[in-house]
């Protein structure tokens, strides 16, 4: 190239450009300060933003299902674990409350017996119940104490309630007992209201004993409590024995016939109370009753029905305490 020669002259293209990137540069400045005068382009941008808005949402709509459903598994998860844990705690408190609700009944039976031993100045030997007798036809049961522990044969037996039977057998560690309502048991009472004298025999069922031969001149009634005579001398005076709930005629029609429902629970408890001799002893000399029962006679003046005078000699002999089957 010539020295004298100047620069090149421009290119047409070379200014086209220029002059758009000067007119780009002017249309921006006057955007700019149009912009930030009247806020019209922000307006735009938040309107373009709401228009694109449902595309995003749909963008994102897989990636917001996946998070719910791993919370919700886990929340599941969650909830059945938290679920088992109070399951099981809700079973061992019940079980505990189940064993403090025995435990109180338990407790408010011994304070029942102990309160009836000390009413009655009593001296008695608590004895816990080891078994029952399955049998249907016997009424027994087999107390956890024996002949080691002072336990004899023909000793009385009370709980809260009144009179349960009577000691038959022996062992050294156990004893067992013939309730009230066994049918080979009889005990002689008296009608604690009026003192007629009875005889209240078993019937198998732990709810009835039963008054065969009641004369009907006698003031027997139904709702009268009916106690231990202490005749025979096996069972001490003055003990409950039942009270009287339904009273009907025998096949005779010459005497009634008495349902008692006994006094003690026979079928309930965990304890009993066996009376001790000279408690016994004590407790029928404080009731006196008469020894030589006078024969009754109908409002008649007819004699005693035969039964009568065998039930009479009953009260002089041990027949009536128990039958050794």
Excluded: C
Aim: net charge neutral; no cysteine.
């Amino acid at each position: 190239m010539p020295a004298y020669a100047g620069s090149p002259a421009p290119k047409p293209g070379d200014v086209a450009g220029t002059l758009r990137l000067l007119a780009y540069l002017a249309l921006a400045i006057t955007l700019a300060v149009l912009d930030h005068r009247g806020g019209w382009l922000a307006q735009l941008r938040l309107r373009s933003e709401m228009l694109v808005q449902p595309v995003w949402w749909m963008a994102g709509l897989p990636g917001r299902i996946g998070d719910d459903l791993r919370e919700t598994a886990t929340t599941r998860d969650t909830l059945v674990a938290e679920n088992r844990m109070l399951h099981n705690a809700l079973m061992i408190s019940g079980a505990r409350l189940a064993r403090l609700q025995a435990a109180a009944a338990e407790n408010a039976r011994l304070r029942g017996l102990l309160a009836a031993a000390q009413r009655g100045g009593l001296d008695v030997q608590l004895a816990p119940i080891l078994d029952i007798d399955l049998d249907p036809t016997r009424q027994r049961l087999v107390l956890d104490a024996g002949s080691r522990d002072g336990i004899t044969i023909g000793q009385s037996v009370i709980d809260a309630g009144g009179l349960l039977g009577q000691i038959v057998a022996l062992t050294p560690q156990t004893a067992t007992v013939l309730l009230l309502t066994d049918p080979d048991h009889a005990v002689p009472v008296v009608d604690a209201r009026n003192g007629v004298r009875l005889v209240a025999y078993g019937q198998g069922r732990s709810d009835r004993l039963q008054l065969p031969n009641i004369p009907i001149s006698s003031d027997v009634k139904v709702g009268d409590a009916v106690v231990t005579s202490g005749l025979g001398g096996r069972f001490p005076a003055g003990f409950p024995v039942g009270t009287i709930v339904a009273l009907r005629p025998d096949e005779s029609r010459a005497f009634l016939v008495g349902d008692v429902r006994p006094a003690a629970q026979l079928d309930r408890g965990r304890d009993v109370l066996l009376l001790r001799r000279d408690a016994a002893t004590v407790a029928m000399h404080a009731m006196p009753v008469s020894t030589a029962p006078a024969a009754p006679i109908l409002a008649t003046g007819t004699p005693p029905h035969a039964a009568d005078y065998d039930t009479l000699h009953a009260l002089h002999t041990d027949s009536w305490l128990y039958a050794v089957s």
